[in-house]
């Protein structure tokens, strides 16, 4: 169970302070995702009992929460996570979901050997404005194996690191595999403001 929200907001504001002081390099924020910005990352999506959502860098859980709350009986979830501590929480918290500790370039093996198939949508909170380029096309290579036609990706940028070079060159290389992006509207009601990328085949 999430416990009382209040509760459940400050467990996670702490278990985030002690990764962003232990490990900087590993968060890319300076807090949580906001439920308003998890919203906008599921808004629309439809999940047929069967299906697969995959979640890359779950961190507190923001997202996994309404990725749950959208899940259909008989349909799987794959999260992804690197910190040791962020993966021992999801797992306390969410004993009914699946997670996994390690990188999101090897998504593809994560998920044979769970042996889920028919990908959905890919749900990303990974901070690609602080990642290497050699982690950034980790990823997207593994993208290319994952979004086949039908399947979503979704991610999102803070508006003011949109401009900074590895975000730039992360969508870049993103549209020379799978096309133009879709961005949403800003979400403002999210430390520090952000917006929701899209891309599919």
Same mark, same amino acid.
């Given at each position: 169970?999430?416990?009382?929200?209040?509760?459940?907001?400050?467990?996670?504001?702490?278990?985030?302070?002690?990764?962003?002081?232990?490990?900087?390099?590993?968060?890319?924020?300076?807090?949580?995702?906001?439920?308003?910005?998890?919203?906008?990352?599921?808004?629309?999506?439809?999940?047929?009992?069967? +299906? %697969?959502? /995959?979640?890359? !860098?779950?961190?507190?859980?923001? *997202?996994?929460?309404?990725?749950?709350?959208? &899940? #259909? @009986?008989?349909?799987?979830?794959?999260?992804?996570?690197?910190?040791?501590?962020?993966?021992?929480?999801?797992?306390?918290?969410?004993?009914?979901?699946?997670?996994?500790?390690?990188?999101?370039?090897?998504?593809?093996?994560?998920?044979?050997?769970?042996?889920?198939?028919?990908?959905?949508?890919?749900?990303?909170?990974?901070?690609?404005?602080?990642?290497?380029?050699?982690?950034?096309?980790?990823?997207?290579?593994?993208? +290319? %194996?994952? /979004?086949?036609? !039908?399947?979503?990706?979704?991610? *999102?940028?803070?508006?003011?690191?949109?401009? &900074? #070079? @590895?975000?730039?060159?992360?969508?870049?290389?993103?549209?020379?595999?799978?096309?133009?992006?879709?961005?949403?509207?800003?979400?403002?009601?999210?430390?520090?403001?952000?917006?929701?990328?899209?891309?599919?085949?």
């Amino acid at each position: 169970m999430d416990g009382p929200p209040r509760r459940k907001t400050i467990t996670d504001h702490l278990a985030f302070l002690q990764v962003l002081l232990l490990s900087p390099a590993r968060t890319g924020a300076i807090a949580p995702s906001s439920v308003r910005l998890a919203r906008a990352m599921v808004d629309g999506l439809i999940v047929a009992p069967g +299906e %697969t959502i /995959v979640e890359f !860098g779950p961190g507190t859980g923001a *997202f996994t929460a309404e990725i749950r709350r959208i &899940l #259909p @009986p008989q349909s799987s979830y794959l999260g992804i996570e690197i910190e040791p501590r962020f993966a021992e929480l999801l797992r306390r918290r969410y004993p009914d979901l699946h997670f996994v500790e390690g990188s999101a370039e090897h998504a593809a093996q994560f998920l044979a050997k769970a042996g889920y198939d028919r990908v959905k949508a890919i749900i990303c909170g990974l901070p690609f404005a602080s990642l290497s380029s050699g982690v950034q096309d980790g990823i997207i290579e593994a993208l +290319e %194996t994952l /979004v086949a036609p !039908g399947v979503q990706f979704r991610t *999102f940028q803070y508006v003011h690191a949109y401009g &900074l #070079p @590895p975000a730039v060159r992360f969508r870049r290389r993103m549209g020379e595999r799978f096309g133009p992006v879709t961005r949403e509207a800003m979400v403002l009601r999210n430390l520090p403001p952000a917006y929701v990328l899209r891309w599919s085949r």
